[in-house]
């Protein structure tokens, strides 16, 4: 028995974080966030180069066909650097989908492509999780209509990958007649959001998500993908406010010394701790197709979701005023977390689902 | 226990609630300082209903000092959405402090047009080093024949880019214990010598800013209460802010935004408050609300009835209410899911991001005006009698 990452896992983690702390410094965040775009595509860029983009894409397509577990490892370490790059819609969902559930065609056409770094697909499942503005898309005919918000990876992106409400998944050219794409501002300036309004756009079905199996599948990964994202950046919140406590200075002592503030950090820790391992595990239960691979998702997504959200609350206490401003830019990992936390089904609406997979709501 | 406020009070309220009916269609805009919030502001005063028991010679309506009628006025105009009295530290902080401590002077140049809401005031107390550690602040001030000068650093100092004055700690007997050198002063923010830089927050405004101040001369008389004493008469507004920072009320009136709210959004066409799992988050956050408005009660009848005592009930209310508000808001994030998140300018924007905003800014409060920690220290030690940790010593 073993429990924890491998050797190549935790290289791997290593890679990127630093590659990460080399390129995309809390400076290089702030002008992403404020509006520099080519600074975010250097940095994209530079992930492809670490193989990124070809993570889920099998080795037949030119990927390197590795495991929802590595798939976990990366999104960490890029919550942790609260990386300004498309990943879970363009590099884990989009080509999970096609794989499993595209044609040969579908799957010659962008596998390779999103291995090389040539074609970012974004992802759009919110309605099918829940929809807001009665929001949904209707599929007829090849041609889809409707509208869907908050696509993952959706800015900029050469093709979508939409859900309707009985789970079938779409393909659509981004350069198809009838698509209007209006960019939704969120509080996460480190990525980015778009809601497409689509009018009898042609359209491709994946043709094996005639039944749910594919889309829980997809919705699963992209669920884990964001609890690691957010396990990542809830342990720099968490290492920033132990250093912080470490140096600040309040009553002729530094704020670590005292016992409500070690406190704070001994929580965050208590509670931080055990998700590192729930992601680890539930990436496993994935990989080996375990029977209760899709409850550890759902819970997973819900209960870091929760940690997340006191983590990044404490931590920021701890800092007093600094926490609160722009500069130290704590709120970047903040706002991330925030982001995380609602994206592909908040807390409560997960649990519900959860339920239902015990059957509690018979 | 007797809860009725007893028949007069019955008129007082039918008074206020007509008031309120008349004028629901006012609306106030614009910066501070625009005319519709003066105005606003001096109908209001001229009811009573702010500024009720200051005295009309210093621009207050000059009334009884009627607690229940002041609960009355609270109670409704927190039902309704009509513009409330324009706030600030100023008129939360300055003026209870000037009415208390203030000379004749003071009282007549600073406490109307700060009520009308023409003068707008900074609370200049924190230093880099000196945030929980208030006593420790460094700036300086000396008198030099009959001004002051005052050299040093300020931070986190809000809405100090608006204001026109601060009041301000500095050290002025740099030889006493660090709780009896600091003295109290009121300074002119077009003083020559202070440079202004805006701090920018999380939320993406910028209001507070850093303070550096160089040889800033102001008169010597702009000192309330006696040189040293500053940390006493700043301990008498300290109560008033954290007070003020968590109204219940004021939460009770974000609760009925909460409730619209959750009524309006739907997921999958269902509304978000017939979805158990969130009404009853909605429902727990009303019990902590009404025990928090319950305590106010309490606090109010300690205020009218002498001998009862309220001690920790005061002590409680600002780490409560800012958990709570920063709570509350959390759900309606939460109650919106993605449509949550958006911000600034967004498509589908609701209330123009103020849940995603205040729900930032209550953690802000939960540090601002002395930490949460530093609350339960106070209430442990102050309210519970138990020991305060052990001093470092030289600090
Ligand atoms: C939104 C906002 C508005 C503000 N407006 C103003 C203003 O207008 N004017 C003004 O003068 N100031 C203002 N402040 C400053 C505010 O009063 C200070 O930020 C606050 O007192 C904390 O000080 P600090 O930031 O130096 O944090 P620190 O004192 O450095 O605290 C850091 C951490 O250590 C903890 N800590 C410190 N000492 C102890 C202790 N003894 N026991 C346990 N824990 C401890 C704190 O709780 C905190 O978690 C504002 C702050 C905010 C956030």
């Known amino acids: 028995m073993y429990f924890g990452l491998s050797e190549e896992q935790k290289s791997l983690e290593e890679n990127i974080s630093k590659f990460l702390s080399d390129n995309a410094p809390l400076d290089t965040i702030k002008a992403v966030a404020n509006g520099e775009e080519e600074k975010a595509e250097e940095i994209h860029k530079g992930i492809i180069e670490l193989g990124l983009s070809g993570i889920m894409v099998p080795e037949s397509y030119g990927g390197l066909e590795l495991n929802m577990l590595f798939a976990t490892v990366v999104s960490s370490a890029l919550g942790s650097g609260t990386a300004p790059v498309p990943y879970i819609g363009a590099y884990v969902m989009a080509p999970l989908a096609i794989s499993l559930a595209g044609d040969e065609d579908q799957k010659n056409e962008w596998l390779p492509k999103i291995a090389g770094g040539e074609k970012v697909i974004g992802v759009g499942l919110s309605e099918f999780v829940g929809a807001r503005e009665d929001a949904g898309i209707e599929f007829d005919k090849g041609k889809v209509t409707g509208r869907s918000l908050f696509l993952i990876d959706g800015k900029n992106a050469d093709a979508y990958l939409l859900a309707n409400k009985s789970g079938e998944l779409f393909l659509i050219d981004a350069s198809s007649k009838g698509i209007k794409v209006t960019e939704l501002v969120t509080v996460d300036k480190t990525r980015t959001s778009v809601e497409l309004t689509l009018d009898k756009v042609d359209a491709t079905l994946l043709p094996g998500t005639s039944d749910l199996s594919v889309i829980e599948k997809v919705l699963d990964a992209g669920r884990l993908m964001l609890s690691a994202d957010t396990v990542g950046a809830s342990q720099v919140m968490l290492d920033k406010a132990v250093a912080y406590s470490l140096e600040r200075k309040q009553f002729g002592r530094l704020i670590g010394s005292f016992q409500a503030v070690k406190h704070m950090c001994a929580e965050m820790a208590a509670e931080l701790e055990p998700c590192h391992s729930m992601i680890w595990h539930a990436a496993h239960s994935q990989d080996s197709s375990a029977e209760d691979a899709r409850l550890m998702a759902c819970q997973t997504k819900a209960h870091v979701s929760e940690v997340g959200k006191q983590v990044s609350k404490t931590a920021t206490e701890v800092h007093g005023g600094m926490g609160f401003t722009d500069e130290l830019g704590l709120h970047y990992w903040f706002k991330r977390i925030g982001l995380n936390r609602q994206l592909l089904g908040s807390p409560e609406l997960i649990r519900e689902e959860a339920g239902k997979l015990q059957g509690f709501d018979q | ?395």
């Open chain 2, 1 to 395: 226990m007797d809860l009725e406020y007893g028949p007069e009070y019955d008129e007082f309220r039918s008074e206020v609630i007509n008031f309120i009916k008349e004028n629901e269609d006012v609306k106030v805009s614009g910066p501070m300082r625009d005319e519709s919030r003066i105005n606003w502001q001096q109908k209001l005063i001229d009811h009573g209903y702010f500024a009720r028991s200051v005295p009309k010679e210093y621009g207050g309506y000059g009334g009884d000092m009627d607690i229940i009628k002041l609960r009355i006025i609270a109670e409704e105009f927190a039902k309704s959405p009509i513009p409330k009295a324009m706030g600030g530290q100023g008129i939360q902080m300055l003026v209870p402090t000037l009415l208390s401590l203030g000379t004749e002077e003071q009282k007549q140049q600073y406490i109307r047009p700060t009520l009308r809401g023409e003068m707008i005031w900074c609370q200049g107390y924190s230093e880099p080093n000196s945030g929980s550690d208030l006593a420790s602040l460094q700036t300086k001030g000396e008198l030099d024949g009959d001004e002051w000068v005052i050299n040093g650093q300020k931070i986190w100092t809000s809405t100090a880019q608006l204001a026109q004055m601060c009041f301000i700690l500095v050290r002025t007997e740099p030889d006493a214990p660090k709780h009896q050198g600091i003295s109290y002063l009121l300074m002119p923010m077009d003083s020559e010598g202070i440079d202004r830089r805006p701090i920018k927050q999380m939320t993406g405004d910028s209001d507070f800013n850093e303070l550096f101040l160089t040889d800033v001369r102001i008169p010597a008389e702009n000192i309330v209460g006696k040189r040293g004493e500053g940390w006493q008469v700043a301990n008498a507004t300290l109560g008033h802010e954290r007070g003020s920072l968590a109204d219940p009320n004021v939460t009770q009136n974000r609760l009925n935004s909460l409730i619209d709210l959750m009524k309006t959004e739907t997921i999958d066409g269902q509304r978000v408050i017939d979805k158990p799992i969130f009404r009853d988050r909605l429902l727990a956050i009303q019990g902590r609300l009404m025990a928090q408005q319950s305590n106010a009660l309490r606090i109010l009848s300690s205020q009218i009835n002498e001998g009862q005592d309220a001690t920790l009930a005061k002590f409680i209310v600002k780490l409560q209410g800012t958990e709570l508000r920063h709570e509350l808001e959390g759900l309606a994030i939460d109650a919106m899911g993605e449509l949550g998140t958006l911000y600034e300018d967004s498509p589908h924007l609701r209330d123009h991001g103020a849940w995603q905003q205040t729900y930032m800014y209550y953690l802000g409060l939960i540090i601002g005006g002395g930490t949460n920690q530093i609350q339960k220290n106070i209430i442990s030690e102050r309210a519970l009698g138990m020991p305060k940790e052990p001093k470092v010593q030289g600090a």
